[in-house]
């Protein structure tokens, strides 16, 4: 039903499929963890005792499995970043790390694609993460599993795969801040809410993707994803 006190149409609300079913999973913001693993920090060069911290991406920028990401404009080194994603089913303020499980939905695969010289760029700059970070299909995200399903994952592989080649090949027990503590801490940053997803941080062996590659990523017990790099946009 349409309101028509709106002006112009109202945005198509972005969803993700939940595995083995015909239903989908509205979503309303996507939360990502940077440095979550300590062999990524290191390969970035970055201080492992800093505590993690967030940045955000738009919920239309999630691509679906199957589909290609079209090779994004400004950039000369787009990396793949695969990470666990967690879908809340409910929200909250300063939820306790012992209360946290009870508001996931489920788990996915997914991959921070990364416009790293514009972020290494704004980095240095000491400007804003969006332009390296937040673009146009910037957020593949696979079938979700339900946690009524599969329960919490708490150890098992996370792989990418580029053209065949093992890249990203790291384990769900290498996170540093783990799955509840992370959504305590980002509930006192805001409140959360049904619909929110957040991507975990990924394990290292992040890399440069171009036109024509395809991106098969697996969380073991969770599921699988894969994407195609296409030609950007004309
Ligand atoms: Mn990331």
Not at 82 to 87: Q, R
Not at 109 to 137: C, M, N, Y
Request: hydrophobic share 35%; charged share 25%.
């Amino acid at each position: 039903m349409t309101d028509s006190r709106y002006v112009i149409p109202p945005p198509p609300q972005p969803t993700i499929a939940v595995a083995g079913t015909d239903k989908v999973f509205p979503v309303r913001r996507i939360w990502c963890v940077g440095r979550n693993y300590i062999e990524h920090i290191r390969e970035m060069g970055q201080d492992e005792r800093l505590p993690p911290f967030y940045f955000a991406k738009p919920a239309d920028a999630i691509v679906p499995d199957g589909g290609t990401v079209p090779y994004p404009s400004l950039t000369k080194d787009m990396h793949h970043e695969v990470e666990l994603v967690v879908a809340l089913k409910s929200g909250g303020r300063n939820i306790p790390v012992a209360k946290a499980n009870d508001h996931i939905y489920g788990y996915a695969v997914g991959i921070d694609l990364t416009r790293r010289d514009l972020q290494i760029a704004s980095r240095d700059l000491k400007r804003p993460w969006e332009v390296g970070k937040a673009f146009d299909h910037s957020a593949p995200c696979g079938p979700l599993a339900e946690a009524s399903k599969i329960g919490h994952p708490a150890k098992g592989k996370i792989t990418l795969k580029c053209n065949g080649q093992i890249r990203q090949d790291g384990d769900l027990n290498q996170l540093i801040w783990n799955v509840p503590e992370i959504i305590s801490n980002l509930s006192e940053m805001c409140q959360l809410e049904p619909g929110d997803i957040i991507m975990t941080g990924t394990p290292a062996g992040v890399a440069a993707t171009v036109p024509g590659d395809k991106l098969e990523c697996e969380v073991e017990g969770v599921g699988k994803l894969t994407v195609t790099i296409g030609q950007p946009l004309k």
